[in-house]
């Protein structure tokens, strides 16, 4: 078995920061030939076992985040979950199952590291543990980016969550290097979109959604086809009655039987939501008619937000 980097955490979202470490691990293991990088990423947060009414809500799902990790240049991503049994382990009981496995040659961690029973364990006790297993220790700085209004914030999953219940999903990309995505599968509405001649894909999504509003994104399916789509988050504040809900209008999707999407199924297929820009927010407007002037304008503005970051050099320099 090849010895492994190995680097533990939640990783939610899979940042600037995260890349960081990664890149860091990967040189490591690219300096001892065939070593292996190993994230074990808790999933999910401990928070949901410890303290459920403050865990974070995810950014992502597992899956999507496991990809992201490969990515960024992970041999292996396995789940961690945080079961009793695990938490109350010691710190030392904890490196020593890990090191007994994985045959660890480093650790690479963030300054803020913490593990064991109570987070008892940090970066100092790691190292200490270093020579009875044979593994050294790399702390790797946070990372710092610029946001759209100039301040400078560490990209952590914190950050990044704030950023999305704020709307401002420019911003998160930036911490993230990539728009902030929502996966999931398509569920019934209330099937109001087709009556008003935009027929919607709601979805059904364990990721954070952003703040009520109307956003540009580009809607990714699982057979490689992709539209550019009106993202709307809310309760429809036009009707009465609903509760919040994600729904994509993708536009110029070719329509199959009815308003379903052609090749697909009613419902119950997936769909991956990258929100690129925000275009406005939820508004109540004096009659259907003018909602429905209102949806043509802001698909529109949708084509013209996409269209500017449709490029690598637009998607690093707008800030629509």
């Known amino acids: 078995m ?19 470490l990664l890149a860091r691990a990967r040189a490591i293991a690219d300096q001892h030939g065939d070593a292996e990088v190993v994230v074990l990423a808790f999933d999910p947060h401990p928070a949901t076992r410890l303290r459920p009414d403050t865990a974070p809500p995810r950014l992502g799902s597992f899956e999507r985040r496991a990809d992201l990790l490969r990515q960024a ?56 543990l270093g020579p009875r297993h044979g593994f050294t220790v790399e702390i790797v700085p946070p990372v710092a980016v610029a946001l759209n209004d100039q301040s400078v914030v560490t990209a952590s999953s914190t950050i990044t969550r704030w950023l999305v219940q704020q709307g401002r999903v420019r911003d998160a990309w930036a911490v993230l290097t990539r728009p902030h995505e929502l996966t999931g ?4 509405g209330d099937r109001r979109g ?23 994104g580009v809607a990714y399916l699982d057979d490689d086809r992709s539209f550019t789509a009106a993202v709307s ?27 379903c999407l ?16 925000w275009v406005r927010e939820q508004l109540r407007f004096d009659s259907v008619q003018a909602l429905i002037a209102q949806m043509h304008r802001d698909c529109d503005r949708v084509r013209d937000v996409v269209a500017r970051v449709s490029t690598p050099q637009a998607a690093a320099g707008s800030h629509a």
């Open 73 to 128: 240049g992970a041999d292996r991503v396995e789940r961690l979950e945080p079961t009793a049994e695990l938490l109350a382990q010691s710190p030392e009981a904890f490196v020593a199952s890990i090191a007994a496995r994985l045959d660890p040659i480093a650790f690479v961690e963030g300054p803020d590291f913490r593990f064991g029973k109570g987070r008892t364990g940090d970066a100092s006790i790691l190292a200490s």
């Open 262 to 277: 052609a090749g697909l199924p009613e419902y119950g297929w997936n769909i991956r939501l990258a929100l690129v820009g």
């Open 233 to 259: 988050v809310g309760t429809k504040p036009m009707f009465a009655g609903n509760a919040r809900a994600v729904e994509a209008y993708l536009l110029d999707a070719p329509l199959g039987d009815g308003p």
């Open 2 to 20: 090849p010895r492994s980097v190995v680097s533990v955490g939640t990783f939610d979202g899979v940042h600037a920061g995260h890349a960081a």
């Open 185 to 188: 599968r398509v569920v019934r």
């Open 194 to 216: 087709r009556d008003l001649g935009f027929p919607t894909a709601n979805l059904d999504t364990p990721c954070l959604p952003p703040a009520d509003g109307v956003y540009a």
